[in-house]
């Protein structure tokens, strides 16, 4: 026995001095990077640009930008590059960039926006293996743009959840209900998140119309499947909404009458330190069918989102998202009646937001939220003593760290860390 412990004892000593050996010279390789690192703005309006392509020509090298337009390129053989940045809808970027070893760029990048000329295109096969395929690109993802979101034919006004179902593995609830069941699930096992905070109600008119304000967002993230243990324990899928910073370089504001509600988003810079957007939804039944028609009841929905991004030095970043929401219904048997047997309905979502971004070290970036929900539903009979009040509310604190790091030539970027 004595002999068998002293051979274990060995072999362990040897497997941690291998282990210890290779994760010193990864270490020794990471310190001796160079790296180019920054964010990517929209040159109109300074709005962080999403998924944008960086990369340098000759070079096996490249990656994209994040969630908030940062980026980094490791590079292990320092020189002269040409570094070219691309993004759909926007004018090429390219520039020389000439790095020493251990030294650490900050490049900012500003698109400008371009006319796109539609050209043939040719569909053909390619050899990557689908395991490549899966591993570079998240299962069941889709990315969606406020472009894409319009496009899609709306009835009375664009919706985004009714926009959803035209997905694939997505389908209404009825055609009365823009509650959605993603590849079997119940719409209760949908996670929706707005600007990182869980949103528990995301319908008015009892699920008629979803509380998104299309001319807030700024991008939609749909995970149908195979989406990681971060997002809870939802079962069916993550709808994460992202709503716009706001205009950092003019004021801006835009006036929509549809067929259900009046509709008015505003932005604006703050200063040279930040921006300001904000939007206003509220329908208008009420004030003219309701004032004619008795037979339609008092009920009307009144939603807005508000956002401040701050600049607050080179690598540190903070923005506020609020969201409020109410819908009230006051129905009773006769109008025309004093006294008729009648109820009132109330019930609505307030979410708040604050989000800090941080460029820790040229490699590392971190992302911070604390954020707060509350959904609250009020029900009360008029003659009679019955009342009935919900609440829920809820209190987050979550971080994101991505590490940048180059194996063997190869950019692996977006290593996350959550917590």
Do not use: C
């Not at 490549?132 to 069941?140: H, Q």
């Not at 096992?189 to 990182?196: E, I, P, R, S, T």
């Not at 324990?233 to 801006?252: M, P, Q």
């Amino acid at each position: 026995m004595p002999g068998k412990i002293s051979l274990i004892m060995k072999l362990f000593i040897k497997i941690a001095a291998i282990g210890f050996i290779v994760a010193t010279n990864l270490w020794a390789q990471i310190n001796r990077e160079s790296t180019i690192n920054g964010f990517v703005y929209d040159a109109s309006n300074r709005e962080a640009l999403i998924g944008a392509n960086i990369y340098l020509r000759g070079i096996n090298v490249g990656t994209s930008s994040n969630s908030s337009g940062f980026y980094v390129l490791p590079i292990t053989n320092p020189g002269t590059f040409e570094l070219v940045v691309s993004y759909v809808g926007y004018k090429t970027f390219q520039q020389n960039v000439t790095l020493t070893p251990n030294q650490n760029k900050r490049i900012d990048i500003y698109l400008k926006p371009d006319v796109l000329v539609g050209e043939e295109i040719v569909v053909t096969g390619d050899s990557s293996r689908t395991i490549d395929k899966l591993f570079n690109k998240p299962v069941s993802k889709v990315d969606l743009s406020p472009v894409q979101l319009y496009k899609v034919p709306q009835v009375v006004e664009s919706d985004l959840l009714r926009t959803l179902q035209s997905l694939p593995g997505i389908v209404p609830v009825s055609d009365f209900s823009s509650a959605i069941y993603v590849r079997g699930g119940t719409p209760d096992q949908n996670l929706f998140l707005l600007d990182g905070t869980d949103v528990y109600n995301p319908e008015h008119a009892f699920g008629l119309f979803s509380t998104f304000n299309m001319d807030a967002i700024k991008k939609v993230e749909v995970y149908k499947g195979g989406f990681s243990a971060e997002y809870g324990g939802r079962l069916s899928s993550v709808i994460n909404v992202t709503n716009n910073d706001g205009n950092r370089n003019n004021f801006e504001g835009k006036v929509s009458l549809s067929l259900l509600s009046l509709n008015t988003t505003l932005q604006g810079p703050i200063g040279k330190f930040g921006s300001l957007s904000g939007s206003l939804r509220r329908t208008y039944f009420d004030q003219t069918l309701g004032k004619v028609i008795d037979e339609i009841p008092d009920y009307y929905f009144l939603d807005g989102n508000l956002k401040a991004f701050f600049d607050i030095d080179e690598t540190n970043k903070l923005s506020i998202s609020f969201y409020g929401g109410i819908d009230d219904l006051n129905f009773t048997l006769d109008k025309n009646r004093q006294e008729s047997l009648g109820f009132d309905y109330v019930w609505g979502n307030q979410t708040g937001s604050i989000n800090w971004r941080s460029i820790i070290s040229p490699k590392l970036f971190g992302n911070f939220w604390i954020t707060g929900s509350r959904f609250f539903s009020d029900f009360n009979f008029d003659d009679v003593d019955f009342k009935e009040e919900n609440v829920i509310r809820d209190v987050t604190l979550k971080g994101a760290l991505e590490y940048f790091l180059m194996i063997t030539g190869t950019s692996i970027s977006g290593l996350n860390k959550k917590m």
